[in-house]
């Protein structure tokens, strides 16, 4: 998030997860397969051709 300047409200904002994602991730927990998916697409750390997520996309929206 550093490298692209942003901050924790930022990603929530630009990702479209909520707070309690955020949290949960910060303290270890479970979260969803989609939410992970929504975080690493906005990050641009994953390669949409190396992965198929056309299932989630269909219903995330």
């Given at each position: 998030?550093?490298?692209?300047?942003?901050?924790?409200?930022?990603?929530?904002?630009?990702?479209?997860?909520?707070y309690?994602?955020?949290?949960?991730?910060?303290?270890?927990?479970p979260?969803?397969?989609?939410?992970?998916?929504?975080?690493?697409?906005?990050?641009?750390v994953?390669?949409?051709?190396?992965?198929?997520?056309?299932?989630?996309?269909?219903?995330?929206?």
């Amino acid at each position: 998030m550093i490298d692209k300047k942003m901050n924790k409200t930022d990603l929530k904002d630009q990702a479209g997860i909520t707070y309690n994602i955020l949290d949960r991730l910060g303290k270890g927990q479970p979260v969803s397969v989609e939410s992970l998916y929504k975080i690493c697409k906005c990050l641009n750390v994953i390669s949409m051709t190396s992965w198929n997520f056309t299932s989630i996309d269909k219903y995330s929206g």
